[in-house]
């Protein structure tokens, strides 16, 4: 059976087309299909079939709608009653619009991988299963709902399958077919920087500039609003004559990537492609949220053909958070999911010491220099930090790398090691906040939610211990307050211990005083990743933090702690300010005059308790506060 809705509604069975009469029973298929295997209320079939008027016998008329369905369909579909709504079940049947949006979907995948060649041939694979308008003969309030949706995803399939087109050289046989396309959707502003392109690269650069021109101007009349990024992009750079814009090398698809200057990318150089990323975590859990939003931002938008207008910005994201919050966890996981958006290499680098101090960019910069080719014997060692930088930007300038520098301590490191050019992306994680750098998106993470603590805790310890003691099991999630370090931890002593209950590790974590100690395995300890964050105060910050458990876990103001530490407000508040950009104090809110709440979270609190009147130990691999019972 094939079910067609790109078009005229329709279905083909063994003994050829079934005769589909009347709208009504049409649009009720359409709906039905449409619905992927969901139950479709009855109110939403009435709403398909006669908008805003049903009839009074709306029921009876649906119901033999669907016996006149059954009928025509035959035994290779299922339809079937569920409670107030009607299901469709077809596994067997190749839908039309299923299958295009398959085959849009792997086209646009192959293209943000730079595979061009196959990014053509499924997006124009899919573009040929349309007959003419979606849902050409239904009802028009189902034509209105769901139509322009159809008709959006072919049309952005359609400039991805341009796109790859543009990218494998095609340029000039493409503008016909541009003309006619920004002749019929003259508001599509990346169909009309496509035909700037095509046009740009048959040496037509007067022609480009007057669509361009025509394009502003209608943009101005009809919608009063200015040209967009990527149409804006791609006027800037023929009126310049970008080398972003050029033609590829003839004959190149993907066994030969292009880059922006239209020479073979760094990436198909033999031995210059550097892969820096430590291992992913095999269990990574939670921070979806976070996660999506990075990985939606973080690629450039379309790797051949136009120029887009984001991906001549730096792209450079800070995760920060509080100690043992996942920072590195997360940015490694998400530069392994987005490694293949940039075929030039990805590059990694550790900012600290095994103290916490920072790292002399120097430091840093010569291996990055090394992964990227720059090995010259003895070249390196002996150079001064701005001709490293210098080096360090010229390999980098104009490749596609994604960059993570983990564990930021200061913000005069970062400078240093931005990549040049706009093609890379960067992604940095520090536990304070970087005040002084430009166009970095800050990505705060805060302790997981309950359900995302259990799923971690079951997948370092495993599923049986969760299901066996499932009261034991939220106590532990509930005394590692939301922090992924100390929920590793928890689990990894849980998972070396496979004959002793859950309840054995809740019951020592239910003492405060101890908590510290006993959230410590192997190389972790949650005490001394706080630890080197107390390292970074200066004494006065050092004095507010021990002085904080005063006032408990409960949220505060700053005439409390004022209170407290015997100075004014507004001293204290930015004593306060100063702890919550180390991540070492919470803002849960404000109070009703709307003055800033703040709040110690639970094991900073324990940690700070722990300190008494002295400093943090020195530098070492065993930092114990006092009164962790360790």
């Given at each position: 059976?094939?079910?067609?809705?790109?078009?005229?509604?329709?279905?083909?069975?063994?003994?050829?087309?079934?005769?589909?009469?009347?709208?009504?029973?049409?649009?009720?298929?359409?709906?039905?299909?449409?619905?992927?295997?969901?139950?479709?209320?009855?109110?939403?079939?009435?709403?398909?079939?006669?908008?805003?008027?049903?009839?009074?016998?709306?029921?009876?008329?649906?119901?033999?709608?669907?016996?006149?369905?059954?009928?025509?369909?035959?035994?290779?579909?299922?339809?079937?009653?569920?409670?107030?709504?009607?299901?469709?079940?077809?596994?067997?049947?190749?839908?039309?619009?299923?299958?295009?949006?398959?085959?849009?979907?792997?086209?646009?995948?192959?293209?943000?991988?730079?595979?061009f060649?196959?990014?053509?041939?499924?997006?124009?694979l899919?573009?040929?299963?349309?007959?003419?308008?979606a849902?050409?003969?239904?009802?028009?309030?189902?034509?209105?709902?769901?139509?322009?949706?159809?008709e959006?995803?072919?049309?952005?399939?359609l400039?991805?399958?341009?796109?790859?087109?543009?990218?494998?050289?095609?340029?000039?046989?493409?503008?016909?077919?541009?003309?006619?396309?920004?002749?019929?959707?003259?508001?599509?502003?990346?169909?009309?920087?496509?035909?700037?392109?095509?046009?740009?690269?048959?040496?037509?650069?007067?022609?480009?500039?007057?669509?361009?021109?025509?394009?502003?101007?209608?943009?101005?009349?009809?919608?009063?609003?200015?040209?967009?990024?990527?149409?804006?992009?791609?006027?800037?750079?023929?009126?310049?004559?970008?080398?972003?814009?050029a033609?590829?090398?003839?004959?190149?698809?993907?066994?030969?990537?292009?880059?922006?200057?239209?020479?073979?990318?760094?990436?198909?150089?033999?031995?210059?492609?550097?892969?820096?990323?430590?291992?992913?975590?095999?269990?990574?859990?939670?921070?979806?949220?976070?996660?999506?939003?990075?990985?939606?931002?973080?690629?450039?938008?379309?790797?051949?053909?136009?120029?887009?207008?984001?991906?001549?910005?730096?792209?450079?994201?800070?995760?920060?958070?509080?100690?043992?919050?996942?920072?590195?966890?997360?940015?490694?996981?998400?530069?392994?999911?987005?490694?293949?958006?940039?075929?030039?290499?990805?590059?990694?680098?550790?900012?600290?010491?095994?103290?916490?101090?920072?790292?002399?960019?120097?430091?840093?910069?010569?291996?990055?220099?090394?992964a990227?080719?720059?090995?010259?014997?003895g070249?390196?060692?002996?150079?001064e930090?701005?001709?490293?930088?210098?080096?360090?930007?010229?390999?980098?300038?104009?490749?596609?790398?994604?960059?993570?520098?983990?564990?930021?301590?200061?913000?005069?490191?970062?400078?240093?090691?931005?990549?040049?050019?706009s093609?890379?992306?960067?992604?940095?994680?520090?536990?304070?906040?970087?005040?002084?750098?430009?166009?970095?998106?800050?990505?705060?993470?805060?302790?997981?939610?309950?359900?995302?603590?259990?799923?971690?805790?079951?997948?370092?310890?495993?599923?049986?211990?969760?299901?066996?003691?499932?009261?034991?099991?939220?106590?532990?999630?509930?005394?590692?307050?939301?922090?992924?370090?100390?929920?590793?931890?928890?689990?990894?002593?849980?998972?070396?211990?496979?004959?002793?209950?859950?309840?054995?590790?809740?019951?020592?974590?239910?003492?405060?005083?101890?908590?510290?100690?006993?959230?410590?395995?192997?190389?972790?300890?949650?005490?001394?990743?706080?630890?080197?964050?107390?390292?970074?105060?200066?004494?006065?910050?050092?004095?507010?933090?021990?002085?904080?458990?005063?006032?408990?876990?409960?949220?505060?103001t700053?005439?409390?702690?004022?209170?407290?530490?015997?100075?004014?407000?507004?001293?204290?508040?930015?004593?306060?300010?100063?702890?919550?950009?180390?991540?070492?104090l919470?803002?849960?809110?404000?109070?009703?005059?709307?003055?800033?709440?703040?709040?110690?979270?639970?094991?900073?609190?324990?940690?700070?308790?722990?300190?008494?009147?002295?400093?943090?130990?020195?530098?070492?691999?065993?930092?114990?506060?006092?009164?962790?019972?360790?």
């Amino acid at each position: 059976m094939k079910l067609q809705l790109l078009g005229n509604i329709g279905a083909v069975n063994a003994d050829g087309s079934v005769m589909l009469a009347g709208a009504k029973v049409r649009t009720a298929l359409a709906a039905l299909v449409l619905a992927r295997g969901w139950t479709v209320p009855d109110s939403t079939l009435s709403s398909a079939l006669w908008g805003w008027n049903p009839p009074e016998t709306k029921t009876a008329q649906l119901y033999t709608y669907m016996s006149r369905l059954r009928g025509l369909l035959g035994p290779e579909v299922e339809l079937v009653r569920r409670q107030s709504g009607y299901l469709l079940r077809a596994e067997d049947a190749v839908v039309d619009v299923l299958e295009f949006e398959r085959l849009a979907a792997e086209g646009a995948r192959a293209l943000r991988d730079r595979h061009f060649e196959r990014a053509g041939r499924q997006l124009a694979l899919s573009l040929r299963l349309w007959q003419g308008r979606a849902l050409a003969d239904v009802t028009e309030h189902f034509a209105n709902a769901e139509r322009p949706r159809l008709e959006e995803a072919r049309a952005v399939a359609l400039e991805d399958r341009l796109e790859a087109d543009l990218a494998m050289g095609r340029h000039r046989e493409l503008i016909p077919e541009l003309t006619g396309l920004v002749h019929t959707f003259p508001v599509r502003e990346r169909l009309r920087a496509q035909l700037m392109t095509a046009l740009y690269r048959c040496d037509r650069q007067s022609d480009a500039l007057a669509v361009y021109h025509h394009g502003r101007q209608l943009l101005a009349d009809e919608l009063g609003v200015d040209p967009g990024a990527t149409l804006s992009a791609t006027y800037y750079a023929v009126l310049n004559n970008d080398p972003a814009l050029a033609a590829p090398a003839p004959g190149a698809t993907e066994a030969v990537r292009i880059d922006a200057r239209g020479a073979p990318s760094a990436a198909d150089a033999p031995g210059s492609v550097p892969a820096m990323l430590p291992p992913e975590v095999g269990d990574f859990t939670g921070r979806q949220r976070e996660a999506t939003e990075l990985l939606r931002l973080l690629p450039p938008e379309h790797p051949g053909g136009a120029v887009d207008g984001s991906t001549r910005r730096p792209r450079r994201f800070l995760l920060t958070g509080m100690a043992g919050i996942g920072k590195s966890t997360l940015a490694v996981h998400v530069a392994h999911t987005a490694a293949p958006a940039f075929p030039d290499g990805h590059l990694y680098a550790d900012l600290t010491d095994g103290d916490g101090s920072a790292k002399d960019p120097r430091r840093v910069l010569v291996p990055l220099l090394r992964a990227l080719g720059d090995d010259a014997p003895g070249s390196l060692a002996d150079a001064e930090l701005t001709e490293l930088v210098q080096r360090y930007r010229t390999r980098t300038a104009g490749r596609a790398l994604l960059v993570v520098l983990d564990n930021l301590v200061s913000e005069l490191q970062l400078d240093a090691l931005l990549p040049g050019g706009s093609r890379s992306a960067v992604i940095v994680t520090s536990r304070t906040h970087l005040a002084a750098t430009p166009g970095i998106h800050p990505v705060l993470l805060e302790p997981l939610r309950p359900g995302e603590s259990l799923a971690l805790l079951e997948a370092v310890a495993g599923p049986e211990r969760l299901v066996r003691e499932p009261d034991a099991a939220r106590d532990v999630v509930t005394y590692c307050a939301g922090l992924p370090l100390a929920l590793r931890i928890a689990g990894a002593r849980l998972a070396a211990r496979p004959r002793l209950p859950m309840a054995w590790l809740a019951d020592r974590l239910a003492e405060p005083a101890a908590r510290l100690g006993e959230l410590r395995y192997g190389g972790l300890s949650v005490a001394e990743s706080m630890a080197r964050s107390a390292r970074q105060l200066d004494e006065e910050s050092l004095a507010v933090l021990r002085a904080l458990p005063g006032l408990g876990g409960r949220p505060f103001t700053t005439r409390e702690a004022a209170a407290l530490l015997g100075r004014g407000p507004a001293e204290a508040e930015r004593m306060l300010e100063a702890l919550a950009d180390s991540r070492l104090l919470e803002l849960p809110g404000t109070d009703e005059r709307g003055w800033p709440l703040y709040r110690c979270p639970e094991l900073v609190r324990l940690f700070a308790d722990a300190l008494g009147g002295g400093a943090p130990a020195p530098a070492g691999p065993s930092v114990r506060p006092a009164k962790s019972g360790m």
